[in-house]
């Protein structure tokens, strides 16, 4: 079994930073890639960045330019640096891994990008 095990978001002014960090766990054979989605109410889950095993990454036009995503492949670990945060970034963040196969979900952030 794998668990995902996220830490980090918050509120922030806008115009402000946070990160996210994802720690995949257990019996882990092969790391394919990991992403982060985000989701606010009433609207489907939005995948924003994603990375490879061969750190590829690509982003949503939304956060391109804003937000990065790293691994630390030793660390089995994905993070999420945002900057220059504004309000519609607000939601419940997941990290997402393709882990052995199976399809792995954090139990999610909340962010919250208000004055």
């Known amino acids: 079994q794998v668990q995902l095990a996220e830490s980090g978001g918050g509120l922030v002014q806008p115009g402000g930073s946070l990160s996210l960090s994802c720690a995949a766990s257990g019996s882990i054979r092969r790391l394919y890639r990991m992403a982060w989605y985000r989701q606010v109410p009433g609207n489907s889950r939005e995948r924003v960045a994603v990375i490879t095993s061969a750190n590829r990454t690509d982003y949503s036009d939304s956060v391109r330019g804003r937000f990065a995503i790293s691994m630390d492949s030793a660390k089995n670990t994905v993070y999420l640096q945002m900057n220059s945060l504004r309000p519609e970034d607000t939601g419940v963040y997941y990290c997402?891994?393709?882990?052995?196969?199976?399809?792995?979900w954090g139990q999610g952030s909340q962010v919250t990008v208000s004055s």
């Open positions: 997402y891994g393709l882990v052995n196969g199976g399809d792995y």
